[in-house]
């Protein structure tokens, strides 16, 4: 936990002050509005990012959706939890986990992406604070995706994919939506990155532990191979290979990987990664600029393996047709 908290703090320019109270938070975004949508289908927008030579598939011509619930980049404010009427918050949103992480689906699935009342980083370390604030965000990422599946959805099949906070509230979305009731029938697989999964959550949703099931989840949580994160909230017992998508713990060579996306659309990082599922998370071995000094690899936890998660949506979104027509 204490490497978690260190790499945490680093980014953490102030601490909120006072005491979660629910009518100090911000106005409830209302989902009847498409600006409270960060991404939809059949409009422009920052999901609809392509890698170069690429070419843009119509949204009419996608049969399966993806709800994604962005990471947390609400660190400075008055408030626990975000305003989503903040325009500035709001660009920093779409130019960077909407760009580079809900992207990765947009080959395959008509993209999903609620604005909502996220709570600030210092909600995971404020154990009186926090979890009111938690709470306060999921409630918001639960009516959104009441609202998509009473307006938008119209009986499609249903990807949920989330990073770190976003995680955090992708699991109890699970918990509710899909654990126990029909709507498990429809769920192409739940790509829950970067926060800590424990096997036990759920009476039906398990593990992926092949390239095209369905129906299951992956999650991982990237480090330094060879390092030790010893505790941390990012990891918990579970943790999938996203070359092999399994669990083994065979480390597998970068060779085996489609590859990397930084921040240049245009150039892709073929092979660079390694990847070992070691204890709970994952070791990576990475050839890539800007991330070699790094040991905790939580924010690049899409990016060092983008061409390997589109190709497996891809592959599970054809599995899961098939397996339905």
């Given at each position: 936990?204490?490497?978690?908290?260190?790499?945490?703090?680093?980014?953490?320019?102030?601490?909120?002050?006072?005491?979660?109270?629910?009518?100090?938070?911000?106005?409830?975004?209302?989902?009847?509005?498409?600006?409270?949508w960060s991404s939809l289908p059949f409009r422009v927008d920052a999901a609809d990012q392509l890698p170069?030579?690429?070419?843009?598939?119509?949204?009419?011509?996608?049969?399966?959706?993806?709800?994604?619930?962005?990471?947390?980049?609400?660190?400075?404010?008055?408030?626990?939890?975000?305003?989503?009427?903040?325009?500035?918050?709001?660009?920093?949103?779409?130019?960077?986990?909407?760009?580079?992480?809900?992207?990765?689906?947009?080959?395959?699935?008509?993209?999903?992406?609620?604005?909502?009342?996220?709570?600030?980083?210092?909600?995971?370390?404020?154990?009186?604070?926090?979890?009111?604030?938690?709470?306060?965000a999921y409630q918001d990422v639960k009516r959104a995706f009441q609202y998509y599946l009473d307006h938008?959805?119209?009986?499609?099949?249903?990807?949920?994919?989330?990073?770190?906070?976003?995680?955090?509230?992708?699991?109890?979305?699970?918990?509710?939506?899909?654990?126990?009731?029909?709507?498990?029938?429809?769920?192409?697989?739940?790509?829950?990155?970067?926060?800590?999964?424990?096997?036990?959550?759920?009476?039906?949703?398990?593990?992926?532990?092949?390239?095209?099931?369905?129906?299951?989840y992956v999650t991982w949580a990237s480090f330094k191979a060879g390092f030790s994160p010893l505790r941390?909230?990012?990891?918990?017992?579970?943790?999938?290979?996203?070359?092999?998508?399994?669990?083994?713990?065979?480390?597998?060579?970068?060779?085996?990987?489609?590859?990397?996306?930084?921040?240049?659309?245009?150039?892709?990082?073929?092979?660079?990664?390694?990847?070992?599922?070691?204890?709970?998370?994952?070791?990576?071995?990475?050839?890539?600029?800007?991330?070699?000094?790094?040991?905790?690899?939580?924010?690049?936890?899409?990016?060092?393996?983008?061409?390997?998660?589109?190709?497996?949506?891809?592959?599970?979104?054809?599995?899961?047709?098939?397996?339905?027509?």
């Open positions: 936990m204490k490497s978690f908290l260190l790499f945490a703090l680093a980014l953490l320019p102030t601490i909120v002050k006072g005491q979660f109270n629910p009518k100090d938070q911000p106005a409830a975004p209302d989902y009847s509005l498409a600006k409270n170069g030579g690429e070419q843009w598939i119509s949204d009419s011509l996608k049969n399966v959706d993806v709800f994604y619930i962005y990471p947390t980049i609400y660190r400075k404010g008055k408030t626990w939890n975000e305003d989503v009427s903040n325009e500035k918050l709001n660009k920093s949103i779409d130019s960077k986990p909407v760009r580079y992480q809900a992207s990765v689906f947009n080959a395959s699935c008509r993209v999903y992406v609620p604005r909502y009342r996220q709570a600030a980083l210092m909600a995971f370390f404020d154990q009186t604070n926090g979890p009111l604030s938690l709470e306060f938008y959805n119209n009986g499609r099949p249903i990807i949920i994919a989330s990073h770190s906070q976003g995680t955090y509230h992708a699991r109890k979305l699970l918990k509710e939506f899909f654990d126990s009731t029909d709507l498990r029938k429809r769920l192409v697989c739940a790509y829950v990155v970067g926060y800590g999964f424990d096997e036990n959550m759920y009476q039906n949703l398990k593990p992926c532990t092949s390239a095209t099931q369905t129906g299951c941390s909230g990012l990891y918990n017992t579970v943790c999938v290979n996203p070359i092999t998508w399994n669990r083994d713990t065979i480390a597998v060579d970068r060779s085996k990987s489609m590859g990397a996306l930084l921040l240049d659309f245009n150039h892709e990082y073929k092979q660079a990664c390694s990847a070992q599922v070691h204890g709970n998370y994952l070791w990576v071995k990475a050839r890539l600029p800007f991330i070699r000094g790094w040991t905790n690899l939580h924010i690049a936890d899409y990016n060092l393996f983008w061409f390997d998660i589109r190709k497996n949506v891809r592959d599970r979104v054809e599995a899961f047709l098939k397996k339905s027509s």
